[in-house]
């Protein structure tokens, strides 16, 4: 069974004060690690951002189908647009995930709706695998304006997997959001800084 890689680029990026997909890392945009992990484990890959810019990396670009609706919209939009059941979101933010990594995540997917990664008690909502049929449940929240991804995943079924049970040598920097300019510097190196 195929799978779509859903990259979530449409985010506000206050803290960064600048799109976060497209902030140098390591002397190229963050969104591109991204990019370069998922393709080794999905059939297609597309990128639900409202900035054109993101055409550059030579995927499908698609803009919220309801514009200002955080995570659940980007969720959404991304699930209307894949051609799969099987999808793995990941936002553009969490440059050192492992294709191995999302590989096993994907390999969890089983008779729930989502399924979401746990390392070191927190579970990472914007890592996960969504199929196409949780499309209702986001529909009915969005429209209910209950935004709340925890809690929309809740109701649409959410297996929690422990990442720690992999066998993957892991650690807390695969799971690493990238929000502000100083996590750019966190041992490291970005020439664009």
């Known amino acids: ?3 779509t890689g859903i990259i979530l680029a449409g985010g506000k990026s206050s803290r960064m004060g600048e799109d976060k997909g497209l902030v140098f ?7 591109t690690h991204v990019i370069e992990q998922l ?8 990128v639900i951002a409202n900035n054109t810019e993101y055409q550059q990396f ?3 670009v698609y803009a919220d189908l309801v514009l200002g609706k955080g995570p659940v919209g980007g969720i959404y939009t991304g699930l209307v ?3 799969t059941e099987l999808n793995l979101c990941i936002s553009c933010d969490t440059p050192f995930v492992s294709a191995q990594f999302l590989k096993w995540l994907l390999s969890q997917a089983n008779g729930s709706m989502v399924t979401l990664p746990r390392f070191n008690e927190n579970v990472h909502q914007l890592i996960g695998v969504y199929k196409k049929s949780a499309i209702p449940v986001f529909k009915n929240n969005l429209n209910s304006g209950r935004l709340k991804l925890s809690k929309v995943n809740d109701e649409a079924g959410c297996a929690i997997v422990d990442a720690a049970k992999s066998g993957l040598l892991l650690s807390e920097k695969e799971f690493s959001n990238i929000n502000r300019k100083s996590d750019l510097n966190k041992g490291y190196n970005d020439s664009n800084s």
């Open 1 to 3: 069974m195929g799978a």
């Open 25 to 31: 890392l390591e002397g190229r945009p963050m969104v």
């Open 39 to 46: 393709k080794e484990v999905v059939d297609e890959v597309i």
């Open 58 to 60: 030579g995927f499908p």
């Open 81 to 83: 647009y894949s051609k």
